[in-house]
């Protein structure tokens, strides 16, 4: 199946250049490995490299690379397409979007994980 007709929904809402990452990264990788989730998860670490999940879609990011120290080694969870290498600040301005009370006060590591959990 075309991966454009099979778009997770986070994608749908999300800037074209994500869905043809996402599309291309994933029709390459069914070549690779065959149809299934291997090619999914393969499909979003390429959109992770360039933007970053906020609340229900993706933005793109101010510099691409991984996400965090898990996404470049590719060991372990990562932070789910938060931007873990991005400033505090960057950090505060996502947290606003997604109306976090509390954000100002938080550190670094707990505005990930509250942007992680409102962008479930």
């Known amino acids: 199946m075309p991966a454009s007709t099979a778009l997770p929904g986070t ?6 250049k994500a869905q043809r990452t996402y599309v291309k990264a994933h029709d390459s990788a069914v070549k690779e490995y065959g149809e299934g989730e291997r090619a999914h998860r393969t499909a979003l670490a390429a959109v992770k490299h360039s933007f970053e999940k906020v609340g229900d879609h993706w933005e793109k990011k101010d510099k691409k690379g991984p996400s965090d120290k898990r996404a470049a080694t590719g060991k372990g969870r990562t932070a789910g397409g938060v931007d873990a290498n991005a400033s505090k600040d960057h950090l505060l301005k996502v947290a606003k979007k997604l109306d976090i009370s509390g954000r100002t006060k938080m550190k670094k590591g707990e505005l990930v994980k509250a942007i992680q959990k ?3």
């Open 11 to 16: 994608l749908k809402r999300s800037p074209k």
């Open 118 to 120: 409102a962008s479930r």
